[in-house]
């Protein structure tokens, strides 16, 4: 294993961990503030990563840097007003809070790259690991928003899905989600999720950038 490799993998970490925490807070307290206490009584509204963290899923977006999970936040329907319209909301929320990370951190980037130029300014300060944790961040946060809007359950975007098909439709589609995680593993070795994602990534990567002030 190269000294490259393990560097990247570090540097990983604290994108990986704050995005995948900060996705599955943000389902939580939307979820409450909509009427459902379900995931403050489980301590799921929290900006702890150990409340939230998958094995299998954080090592996925480890390893592929575009596809991964948490552990599903807990929402019960029943307590809200309209559980539709509010499920999706929930679901929205997710994705989201990572574009906004996204985003926050493509703002650090420009502001970092420019500082860099600077007169009288160490440059190496902002070429070093910080100004590489900040760019993961960015790739990582929109990679998996994107991922998560996918309408394969149970992602995220599933739920969206399922809010805008007719009552007997939704009903046949919510039966798919047994079978999701294989779905899943189907598309992604197969390469369809891939084909899919990526350019959706690295368009909106650069517009992010590119748009930052």
Same mark, same amino acid.
């Given at each position: 294993?190269?000294?490259?490799?393990?560097?990247?993998?570090?540097?990983?970490?604290?994108?990986?961990?704050?995005?995948?925490?900060?996705?599955?807070?943000?389902?939580?307290?939307?979820?409450?503030?909509?009427?459902?206490?379900?995931?403050?009584?489980?301590? @799921?509204?929290?900006?702890?990563?150990? @409340?939230?963290?998958?094995?299998?899923?954080?090592?996925?977006?480890?390893?592929?840097?575009?596809?991964?999970?948490?552990?599903?936040?807990?929402?019960?329907? @029943?307590?809200?007003?309209?559980?539709?319209?509010?499920?999706?909301?929930?679901?929205?929320?997710?994705?989201?809070?990572?574009?906004?990370?996204?985003?926050?951190?493509?703002?650090?980037?420009?502001?970092?790259?420019?500082?860099?130029?600077?007169?009288?300014?160490?440059?190496?300060?902002?070429?070093?690991?910080?100004?590489?944790?900040?760019?993961?961040?960015?790739?990582?946060?929109?990679?998996?928003?994107?991922?998560?809007?996918?309408?394969?359950?149970?992602?995220?975007?599933?739920?969206?899905?399922?809010?805008?098909?007719?009552?007997?439709?939704?009903?046949?589609?919510? @039966?798919?989600?047994?079978?999701?995680?294989?779905?899943?593993?189907?598309?992604?070795?197969?390469?369809?999720?891939?084909?899919?994602?990526?350019?959706?990534?690295?368009?909106?990567?650069?517009?992010?950038?590119?748009?930052?002030?």
């Amino acid at each position: 294993m190269s000294g490259d490799y393990i560097r990247v993998m570090l540097l990983k970490i604290p994108a990986i961990l704050f995005a995948l925490t900060f996705h599955e807070c943000a389902h939580g307290w939307v979820a409450t503030r909509l009427g459902d206490p379900t995931p403050g009584m489980l301590g @799921r509204v929290t900006l702890n990563p150990l @409340r939230h963290l998958d094995f299998v899923g954080t090592i996925a977006l480890f390893v592929t840097g575009m596809f991964g999970w948490a552990k599903p936040v807990p929402i019960n329907p @029943r307590n809200f007003r309209n559980p539709s319209r509010d499920m999706m909301m929930v679901a929205l929320a997710g994705p989201a809070a990572n574009l906004f990370l996204a985003l926050a951190s493509a703002v650090i980037y420009k502001f970092m790259l420019n500082a860099s130029y600077a007169p009288g300014v160490a440059s190496s300060f902002f070429v070093g690991p910080l100004f590489a944790m900040v760019k993961i961040s960015i790739i990582v946060n929109v990679a998996l928003a994107v991922f998560n809007l996918l309408p394969v359950p149970p992602l995220d975007g599933s739920r969206v899905l399922s809010h805008f098909l007719p009552a007997g439709k939704a009903l046949g589609y919510s @039966r798919l989600e047994p079978y999701g995680f294989l779905i899943l593993v189907a598309l992604i070795t197969t390469g369809v999720v891939n084909t899919v994602v990526s350019p959706l990534v690295f368009y909106t990567v650069k517009l992010l950038v590119s748009g930052a002030v």
